[in-house]
């Protein structure tokens, strides 16, 4: 039987003093930034975005703490769990999810609306980590070490591209394909795939798209075809960023977004606001912020001793990193437009409370980095 052995400190008070706490407030600046934009979107009133998002970040702070408390032989044991719950939830979207906007991607539990692809996220990199970790390294690029994780990524993927999501897709399909390559997957796998790709994406434009979809890249590729219509977002995306100018016009005085030409500006275009009032100075800024976490994301990673928390650090991390990546390149022109939220500043309950669990997996692992978690090693290993 597999022994675990953890070398941290035992107490919660030892614990809470181990606790990454520059990455922390890293986090609240982040969270702050996006309740002080929320209050602008409003025209300087907190409902009835600002006082929801700033109670959201407060409770996923909490329940970050939380759950960077447990040890990690028990997000071990639960890794799978969570998965096939997610997926359930999946299905239960897709049986009697509830359709905004033509897009049927929510289940109401209750008083509670929660958005499963969004669970999703973080469910695939729990449970690839766990995969990774038990899967011998002789292994990796064998049968088991490829279809497995196929398998786990491809599931999720199918049911939230049917939702339709292409967007939350592209995520999970993006996170696992790095989570594999981190495992020291083969080159040669890796370059077999690289061709498959290229054969396989022309044909998934021509024939696996919806046409609003095909019609985003189209747009993408020239908004000016259609200015009123659908290149209307990404034109008026693109006037906002740049009227900001260097320092911006100031806060609450961007008038593209204060007029409504602006779509969608407290969730999908919260940085074209940001950009318009704080101008190139605030949007470099931002993004600084941003890449100082990743930093020091990728910094816990190389402390861990553990496959499974190197693991489930970098797959949160890469998830993060590809929400801003595609974000900010979406409202720049320079990606098409895919309703991928920026973390922390986009209006969204679920993104905000799994994008805060996620990183209390982070800060988790950072307390619990001289763990070593033997392969097999659960809640009981």
């Known amino acids: 039987m597999a022994v675990f052995r953890d070398t941290v400190p035992k107490s919660f008070q030892a614990k809470l003093y ?16 996006g309740i002080g934009m929320l209050y602008s979107v409003a025209d300087g009133a907190w409902d009835p975005w600002a006082t929801r998002h700033a109670s959201r970040f407060a409770v996923g702070l909490a329940m970050m703490l939380v759950v960077a408390m447990f040890p990690p032989r028990l997000w071990m044991a639960v890794a799978y769990p969570i998965y096939l719950a997610a997926l359930a939830l999946l299905v239960g979207v897709e049986l009697f ?18 958005q499963p692809s969004e669970v999703m996220k973080i469910a695939v990199v729990m449970a690839l980590a766990r995969f990774f970790h038990d899967l011998p390294r002789d292994k990796v690029s064998g ?8 398998i786990l990524i491809g599931m999720p993927a199918a049911l939230i591209l049917k939702q339709p999501d292409l967007g939350t897709a592209l995520l999970v399909v993006a996170t696992g394909c790095v989570m594999m390559f981190l495992s020291g997957l083969n080159w040669k796998i890796i ?49 906002a960023l740049g009227s900001g100018g260097f320092t911006g016009k100031g806060f609450l005085q961007g008038t ?72 900010t390149g979406m409202v720049m022109g320079m990606l098409p437009v895919v309703g991928v939220p920026l973390p922390l500043v986009s209006y969204g309950g679920t993104v905000m409370l799994t994008v805060l669990f996620g990183f209390g997996l982070i800060l988790g692992a950072h307390v619990h980095r001289n763990a070593e978690l033997p392969q097999g090693a659960g809640l009981f290993g």
């Open 18 to 33: 181990e606790i990454n706490w520059a990455l922390v407030l890293l986090l609240c600046l982040l969270g702050s930034a």
């Open 143 to 150: 049968p088991m070490g490829v279809l497995v994780p196929l």
């Open 256 to 327: 593209q977004s204060h007029l409504n030409y602006l779509p969608e500006k407290q969730t999908d275009f919260i940085f074209t606001m940001l950009g318009e009032e704080f101008g190139f100075i605030g949007g470099i800024a931002i993004l600084a912020l941003y890449l100082i976490v990743l930093a020091n994301a990728v910094a816990i990673a190389t402390s861990c001793k553990s496959t499974f928390l190197r693991m489930i650090v970098m797959g949160v991390a890469t998830t993060f990193a590809l929400y801003v990546i595609i974000n």
């Open 97 to 114: 999810g509830l359709t905004i906007q033509g897009s049927q991607r929510w289940l109401e539990l209750g008083p509670i609306r929660v």
């Open 191 to 239: 370059g077999a795939a690289l061709v498959g790709a290229a054969i396989a994406v022309p044909l998934a434009l021509r024939y696996g798209l919806e046409d609003y979809q095909r019609q985003r890249i189209l747009t993408f590729l020239n908004p000016e075809d259609d200015p009123m219509g659908a290149g209307y977002q990404i034109l008026q995306s693109k006037i």
